[in-house]
């Protein structure tokens, strides 16, 4: 088997020149930095080990023309040349010295380019060498310290061998420094932290040694030249902020810069604090490189990710502007433009451009008390359109550019409760829609249209219902681009479509409404403007709603409705956005998605041109912009939270956010400038990989074909992703975030009649807090893209076993279910739509932590997800399951699952009988029922000692079907079985004869955590080791035919596939998760 492409933690990184190498597993990936970034190639180094360390040679190659960068690992060592003239304009990496990785004997800690062109190493206890790379490889000198303790890290200092001196860090806590040519015994020792010592970095112009240690603390010393007599060794800062163990310190300056496991960089101040803390990765940090040039960070981690920090100034703070008056709200009409209504309805303008003054607009009488402000800024930023309503149902519409010249109208005969603006396709520039809410839920639609000299055009368009409740008023609206329709969220929290006509205004068009008075912020003006337009509504008939979803976001209410590439978009301030779709004319939710931890309140969504998706929101009293692509806060102003009156504006030029504190309005406003933060490569999973699965391929033109996985998470996450052969690279697609607990387990219901274009499957995942969830997916080719893949995802169904037990009358009688069961292993019955069960139920089997084995029922037109049967056999801590199907000559179908449990014990079930009796059940009580029991077992074999990893079962072309196990002991057991059915269609009638077995006790030096069989005489495993064995199944037992080392530890799941070449050959792929991820393929023995 050959290794195909590897995403594996970055444990190392390095700048040269205007590329960025990253060591991730065996190999070395190189970025370019210059024109937007981009992978620049790749190329293994190392061949069993992880590459812990890149090291460039100072000055560059000879001529400028390459740069030999050493890469050291466990104890191998390998020298690359970093040459121009890559693909794409990128690096090319090529192997120097002979090309093939050296074993030295010791493990090698760090490594430093010497007088020569030769290598200083740090190895392993304590010892100093320098080495010959070139040609066969020799030690030229080589000296021992002893006394120096178990070490964990180190920094090299000099070029010479006399002057060549080591600090070293410790699993006891000291920093041990000496030099090579005196190593009798440590010269000094560095004492004060209180743990091991993990990472070292020494500057020798400034004399000064950063350590960083796993109690969680950075220090810094003051040492002179490393080795020498100058300096006293004393500590001159410590440094506390991170979470978690330190893993990498670099010095920028005088001042250090970490990266700890708690996924976070700091940049320390003078007086040891937090200067700037830097977070995006999903996991634990691994790496760092600091760019002389430039100052820009470079990070890495458990994630896979790599990440480039540029430099960024301080952000900027709010400033005071001195509102006249008492303010209500405000608006902002430009990043540096705000309007201000005050509490007596007096309108003022503030213009930073014009010396920043405030100038009245409009007085008290023009809105009275309880006045509700709303404007749009019309294209090309020149003019804005506002919208004033009183609490006694006037509304006041003018330009404001000229205020004097203003539409005045009476909507209602109580306050505006709502007013907002909506962008309306088919408009000419310089119009607007304008949705308003009255008393009683009545909302109306008009269309302004901007005229300038005049008072604004108005055309009264429809009316419209809202359902009854006890806040009845719409919160914001949008119309769909597909015309006919309006959607609008309301303060209920409910999400509403109406229809709309742009032909329905006709009877409401009126001279007098157009050109209401020219001047109406006197008292009698607007009278015959205002009559008109409450005859007018009178003409227009009240719309109903033609879908309602009813209280969606919680009683805190909608805040907005966005549209975007045909599909809906609605927040709120439950802290969620969700993602809806029209069916005919009715709504459906399709996902929900929570941004991040701590967002207790969504705002507003902001698609960027390239392919970002800002969130605004609210996280406790701070108004942040989240960067999805990022997962960072763009911007981040207290402000004391969302409750008071707030506006925020951005466009390619500068960002604003104005809001009302302490009787004043504030504004924050921040130029535009290059994102401080940018991914290099892309983040998967911040925590071990426990499951995966390969929903298929997908050929887009003009791309190799991608293979499209979904991946699930101890981060409570799964990921659908694309891998693809030729970039050896994965790019996440779309991350599923329901799970409150680790997603333990996947399975997929593919769907027949898809193309190589697309992919359609139901995908069930689940794992801790019993907890289950379902979704459909639908992967097509986008070559517009830059993944090549669009995937579009819509959650069918969930269920959890705790909100199952609370819904049961008689629960009172009944023992609790433990709130902490996890589902280990899921398998989806095949099947079961035949002539012998009609139904659109699908079924899954699951495998459970409390010792039972369930069966599922989804029903995807009504989503919903039924426990329909289970049975507490094992007594113990049930570990996989396996569902296959046995049809007879005559069509006869059994369905069977197999059970596996840590007793090492292999446990075989007929369920055609619970299957139908449950599938006639749901029919009749309209998808409830108490859960059947799955009855007794057919057949129970012990095949192992302890618990059994990996299971999986095939039919041969006899009938007859092929059982194999891997255990916890490293054994593999292999079973073949032959079903004999009964001429009843009683369960009794099923039998399971044991033909065959054959046990391998130690196929592998740990668990056996992936087996497949591949065909009847052909087994693959893949145990914790990190070797992946070919076994050939004969007459005497299992004998391997190969065994491959794979570079993803702690291995939890293997998942196998057949592909035909064009040739005709036939190829085998499997994919391996653990601590990473990596797929790999191989041709079929003979």
């Known amino acids: 088997m050959e290794s195909v492409s590897l995403v594996a933690p970055v444990t190392a990184l390095e700048f040269v020149g205007d590329v960025l190498l990253a060591g991730t597993g065996p190999e070395v990936a190189a970025f370019r930095l210059s024109g937007g970034g981009g992978p620049a190639g790749r190329r293994s180094v190392l061949r069993e080990a992880s590459v812990q360390g890149l090291r460039a040679e100072p000055g560059g190659g000879p001529g400028g023309a390459a740069v030999r960068v050493a890469a050291f690992g466990g104890r191998c060592l390998a020298v690359l040349a970093v040459r121009r003239g890559g693909a794409g304009g990128g690096a090319r990496l090529a192997a120097c010295g002979g090309g093939a990785a050296r074993e030295l004997g010791a493990r090698v800690w ?137 893993a990498a310190v670099v010095l920028r300056g005088p001042l250090p810069v970490s990266a700890g496991e708690d996924g976070a960089c700091l940049e320390w101040g003078e007086d040891g604090g937090v200067g700037r803390a830097r977070r995006g990765h999903r996991g634990a940090l691994r790496a760092m490189a600091l760019r002389p040039a430039g100052g820009c960070l470079a990070t890495g981690g458990d994630d896979g990710g790599v990440r480039l920090w540029r430099p960024r100034r301080a952000a900027p703070v709010a400033a005071a502007l001195g509102a006249p008056g008492q303010p209500r709200a405000v608006v902002l009409a430009g990043p540096r433009r705000v309007l201000a209504l005050g509490e007596a309805g007096g309108l003022a303008a503030y213009e930073a451009a014009a010396g920043g003054r405030w100038a009245p607009v409009l007085p008290p009488s023009a809105a009275g008390p309880r006045g509700v402000l709303a404007a749009v800024p019309l294209p090309g930023g020149d003019e804005t359109l506002c919208a004033l309503a009183g609490g006694d149902g006037r509304l006041l519409l003018f330009a404001l550019g000229r205020p004097g010249a203003a539409a005045g109208l009476r909507l209602f005969e109580g306050a505006v409760r709502g007013l907002s603006w909506a962008a309306r396709p088919g408009l000419p520039p310089g119009s607007a829609a304008l949705l308003a809410s009255g008393p009683d839920g009545e909302m109306l639609w008009l269309d302004i249209t901007h005229r300038p000299g005049q008072a604004p055009g108005v055309r009264l368009m429809g009316r419209y219902q809202l359902p009854p409740c006890k806040q009845r008023w719409h919160t914001c609206a949008a119309f769909l681009p597909q015309g006919g329709l309006l959607v609008c969220g309301d303060r209920r929290g409910s999400l509403l479509l109406f229809p709309c006509s742009s032909s329905s205004g006709w009877a409401a068009e009126s001279t007098g409404v ?211 052969e030729r970039s050896r690279a994965a790019v996440p697609l779309t991350r599923l975030s329901d799970h409150i607990s680790s997603v333990r387990a996947l399975a997929l219901a593919g769907d027949e009649g898809f193309s190589d274009e697309s992919l359609s499957a139901l995908l069930f995942s689940a794992g801790g807090r019993a907890q289950m969830e379902c979704y459909r997916l639908l992967c097509a080719g986008d070559p517009a893209s830059e993944s090549a893949v669009a995937c579009q995802v819509v959650h069918v169904a969930s269920h959890r076993l705790d909100e199952h037990w609370e819904q049961k009358k008689n629960r009172h009688k009944l023992v609790k279910m433990d709130p902490e069961t996890r589902y280990m292993s899921l398998s989806v019955v095949p099947g079961t739509s035949t002539k012998q069960l009609l139904t659109p139920w699908k079924f899954v089997a699951a495998a459970c932590s409390d010792g039972s084995v369930r069966v599922f029922g989804l029903l995807e037109a009504t989503r919903k997800l039924v426990l329909v049967a289970e049975s507490f056999h094992h007594q113990r801590c049930v570990l996989k399951v396996e569902a296959f199907l046995h049809t007879r000559a005559g069509g006869e179908r059994r369905h069977l699952l197999c059970s596996a449990a840590t007793d090492g014990s292999l446990v075989f079930w007929d369920i055609t009988s619970p299957i139908t009796d449950a599938a006639d059940a749901l029919r009749r009580a309209e998808g409830e029922m108490q859960p059947l029991a799955l009855g007794t077992p057919l057949l129970t074999i012990t095949a192992h000692s302890c618990g059994v990893n990996s299971l999986h079962i095939r039919e041969t072309q006899e009938g007859q079907y092929l059982v194999a196990s891997g255990s916890d002991d490293g054994s593999i057991h292999v079973c073949l079985l032959e079903v004999a059915l009964g001429r009843g269609e009683a369960a009794a009638g099923t039998c399971l004869h044991l033909l065959e077995r054959v046990a391998r006790p130690c196929a592998h030096a740990a668990h056996v955590t992936g087996i497949r069989v591949l065909r009847p005489d052909l087994l693959l495993s893949a145990s914790v080791d990190q070797r992946l064995t070919l076994w050939r199944r004969g007459p005497d037992g299992l004998d391997a035919l190969s065994t491959t080392f794979f570079h993803v530890p702690d291995l939890a799941e293997l998942d196998c596939w057949e592909v035909v070449e064009a040739s005709g050959e036939l190829r085998y792929y499997c994919v391996l998760c653990g601590q990473g991820l990596e797929m790999l393929h191989g041709t079929a023995p003979p």
């Open 110 to 246: 760090e490594v430093r380019w010497a007088a020569g062109g030769r290598l200083a190493l740090a190895l392993g206890g304590g010892a100093v060498a320098l080495y010959e790379w070139r040609g066969g490889g020799r030690w030229l000198r080589r000296a021992s310290c002893g006394g120096a303790g178990a070490l964990r890290c180190a920094a090299l200092a000099g070029t010479s061998w006399a002057r060549l001196a080591l600090a070293a860090g410790t699993a006891a806590g000291t920093v041990a420094v000496w030099r090579a040519a005196e190593a009798e015994a440590p010269r000094r020792r560095l004492r004060g932290h209180r743990g091991a010592v993990l990472a070292l970095c020494y500057a020798a112009p400034r004399g000064l040694l950063a350590s960083a240690s796993e109690d969680r603390s950075v220090r810094l010393w003051a040492v002179g030249e490393l080795g020498g007599g100058e300096g006293d060794g004393s500590c001159l800062m410590v440094c506390y902020g991170h979470g978690a163990r330190v």
């Open 514 to 724: 157009a050109d209401g008075g020219t001047n109406p912020v006197g008292e009698d003006s607007g009278n015959e403007s205002e009559l008109s337009c409450l005859w007018y509504k009178g003409a227009l008939p009240l719309e109903a709603p033609l879908s309602v979803l009813f209280g969606l976001h919680g009683k805190m209410g909608v805040t907005s409705v966005t549209c975007h590439r045909g599909y809906i978009y609605s927040t709120g301030r439950d802290g969620v956005y969700r993602q809806l779709c029209l069916q005919g004319q009715q709504l459906e939710v399709l996902r929900k998605h929570r941004p991040c931890k701590g967002l207790q309140w969504i705002e507003d969504l902001r698609f960027t041109p390239d392919g970002d998706l800002l969130v605004l929101g609210f996280h406790a009293d701070n108004f942040v912009v989240w960067s999805s692509r990022t997962s960072e806060n763009l911007h981040c102003v207290p402000c004391g939270g969302g409750h008071r009156s707030w506006s925020y504006c951005g466009n390619s030029s500068a960002e604003a956010f104005a809001f009302v504190k302490c009787g004043d309005v504030m504004l924050y406003h921040c130029k535009a400038e290059p994102r401080e933060q940018q991914v290099l490569l892309a983040s998967l999973h911040g925590r071990e990989i426990a499951c995966v699965r390969r929903l298929g391929a997908v050929e887009v033109p003009g791309h190799a074909a991608l293979n499209i996985f979904i991946t699930g998470s101890e981060d409570t996450t799964a990921c659908v992703l694309a891998l693809s």
